[in-house]
């Protein structure tokens, strides 16, 4: 997981900390806010609320190939913003 960039790291870690059927959990009928649990990190209580779960279900519906497909390409897609960065710094 280190080689991985650091927001990816730490969507995994969410995703892991909050499971899967935390993850997919529909919100509850006070607006946009999410269940929250006895006990819950309030860390992660934090941030759903500015998670999209619609793009988490979107992605849980991939297949495994498919995932790491679309994560090549971000990881190349970043890495062409890189060099295109220090190309334009260079001149």
């Given amino acids: 997981m280190?080689?991985?960039?650091?927001?990816?790291q730490f969507?995994?870690?969410i995703t892991l900390?909050?499971?899967y059927n935390r993850c997919v959990k529909q919100p509850n009928n006070k607006g946009s806010q999410a269940h929250t649990v006895p006990g819950a990190d309030p860390v992660i209580e934090a941030y759903k609320k500015d998670v999209d779960r619609?793009?988490?279900r979107a992605n849980l519906r991939l297949t495994?190939?498919?995932?790491?497909?679309?994560?090549?390409k971000l990881q190349e897609?970043?890495?062409?913003l890189r060099r295109?960065?220090?190309e334009?710094?260079?001149q």
């Fill in 11 to 13: 969507a995994l870690r």
């Fill in 2 to 8: 280190k080689n991985l960039p650091a927001c990816t």
């Fill in 17 to 19: 900390r909050l499971g």
């Fill in 54 to 56: 619609t793009l988490i």
């Fill in 88 to 90: 334009a710094e260079s």
């Fill in 77 to 80: 897609f970043a890495e062409e």
């Fill in 64 to 72: 495994v190939d498919e995932r790491f497909q679309q994560l090549m």
């Fill in 84 to 86: 295109a960065g220090k």
